[in-house]
Nanobody
């Protein structure tokens, strides 16, 4: 059984940094991509950053230059380094794994940025 677990969220002040981690356990075949989504209060879930199996990264315009996604291939773990955080980054952050026709989600981790 596949489990996806995020960690690293918390409450920070504007301008500070946080690093989120996502660890996937269990057998996952043919991972196509791993990424981070977020859902701000009262809004829809949106893509923050994605990383293909080939190492190509893409970012939402709102986080370009501030967030960096990376992966530890040996552990099926991804990270999201978030710098220069803004109040508008406040959201529940979810880890997502796409593997063939399957898709896995974590339970989410709360990030709150105070002004």
């Amino acid at each position: 059984q596949v489990q996806v677990v995020e960690s690293g969220g918390g409450l920070v002040q504007a301008g500070e940094s946080l690093t989120l981690s996502c660890a996937a356990s269990g057998t996952i075949f043919r991972i196509n991509s791993m990424g981070w989504y977020r859902q701000p209060p009262g809004k829809q879930r949106e893509l923050v950053a994605g990383l293909t199996s080939g190492g190509n990264a893409n970012y939402a315009d709102s986080v370009k230059g501030r967030f960096t996604i990376s992966r530890d291939n040996g552990k099926n773990t991804i990270y999201l380094q978030m710098n220069s955080l803004k109040p508008e980054d406040t959201a529940v952050y979810y880890c997502n794994i796409k593997a063939g026709r399957l898709e896995y989600w974590g339970q989410g981790t709360q990030v709150t940025v105070s002004s």
